[in-house]
Antibody, heavy 125, light 110 residues
């Protein structure tokens, strides 16, 4: 079945780095734009970043721009999020999530039809 | 604080109808389509509505969406206890090139 499985979360000190991975299966990963979305404890959803199906376009939330980098390896069906200079406010569950339409333009990026179960990142000294 | 404003909570009795609003501005909702997501406790979000009012396959017609001006609404009829969840609206803000979610609304079925 269509599935996204995140990994790489953990406890990290402020200022350090962490790389999250998201393994996709059950669909043609290379055809779909994919997001990272996070949720701080007890808070709402916060969009983090998106990458187009061919890596030609990447967009970031203001809160992470310049610190986080989204990338993908279509040969490995895997999405990544490199997180540098981590802060306490980055503590959250991080979800990877698929855009509903393959090969879609940014106009359709708000339609997210498949979500992983999330990986937890805790930034604390 | 999100640019899309949702009421923090709504409640209604089983079998009743509830409406959840998502209020934005001319620069976001008026010019972009809206999606809605349901997040059950301890679970990942689930797509309920896209393109303001379209339902993905498998979503019951008890869930419906609409948009007018700078606001969007999610209606849930025939409320069930299993509908207790957090609900989020979302858009692609084409002027800022980013996705925006509303702050979320907690639905309690009394």
């Amino acid at each position: 079945q269509v599935q996204l499985v995140e990994s790489g979360g953990g406890v990290v000190q402020p200022g350090r780095s962490l790389r999250l991975s998201c393994a996709a299966s059950g669909f043609n990963f290379r055809s779909y734009p994919v997001h990272w979305v996070r949720q701080a404890p007890g808070k709402g959803l916060e969009w983090v970043a998106i990458i187009s199906y061919d890596e030609s376009q990447k967009y970031y939330a203001d809160s992470v721009r310049g610190r986080f980098t989204i990338s993908r390896d279509n040969s490995k069906n895997t999405l990544y999020l490199q997180m540098n200079s981590l802060r306490g406010e980055d503590t959250a569950v991080y979800f990877c999530a698929r855009v509903r339409r393959p090969y879609s333009a940014p106009y359709y990026y708000y339609i997210i039809d498949v979500w992983g179960q999330g990986t937890t990142v805790t930034v604390s000294s | 604080q999100s640019v899309l404003t949702q009421p923090p909570s709504v409640s209604a009795a089983p079998g009743q109808k509830v409406t959840i609003s998502c209020s934005g501005s001319n620069s976001n909702i008026r010019n972009n389509y809206v999606s809605w997501y349901q997040q059950l406790p301890g679970s990942a979000p689930k797509l309920l509505i896209y393109d303001n009012s379209e339902r993905p396959s498998g979503i019951p017609d008890r869930f419906s969406g609409s948009q007018s001006g700078t606001s969007a609404t999610l209606d849930i009829t025939g409320l069930q206890t299993g509908d207790e969840a957090d609900y989020y609206c979302g858009i692609w803000d084409s002027s800022l090139s980013l996705v925006v979610f509303g702050g979320g609304t907690k639905l309690t079925v009394l």
